[in-house]
Nanobody
Framework: QVQLVESGGGLVQAGGSLRLSCAAS????????MGWFRQAPGKEREIVAT????????NYADSVKCRFTISRNNAKNTVYLQMNSLKSEDTAVYYC????????????WGQGTQVTVSS
């Protein structure tokens, strides 16, 4: 099992940057595909970015491509989301999650961290 704790959210002006971190417990962190999701008020949760176990494969939602970068440090059991050129529409609660391969879904979730971008 994996426990996830996000940090790094906050209030930032449009055009600014933030880096989110997600610290994981458990010795098997390096075996999990990880993802960042977000949910804005009144909207459904959407996937933002994913990264495979080694960090060699990443994928992004079209809305964040070329602005956000997902990365991981398996030695530190941490996955990151570097967010640049932030827009007001990036305002949301951001969650990290770990993918459970045998169940075919993201089964482990953090509590979320609020990101607010002021225009």
């Amino acid at each position: 099992q994996v426990q996830l704790v996000e940090s790094g959210g906050g209030l930032v002006q449009a055009g600014g940057s933030l880096r989110l971190s997600c610290a994981a417990s458990g010795r098997t962190f390096s075996s999990y595909r990880m993802g960042w999701f977000r949910q804005a008020p009144g909207k459904e949760r959407e996937i933002v970015a994913t990264i495979n176990w080694s960090g060699s494969i990443t994928n992004y939602a079209d809305s964040v491509k070329c602005r956000f970068t997902i990365s991981r440090n398996n030695a530190k059991n941490t996955v990151y989301l570097q967010m640049n050129s932030l827009k007001s529409e990036d305002t949301a609660v951001y969650y990290c999650a770990a993918y459970q391969t045998d169940r075919g879904r993201y089964d482990y979730w953090g509590q979320g961290t609020q990101v607010t971008v002021s225009s």
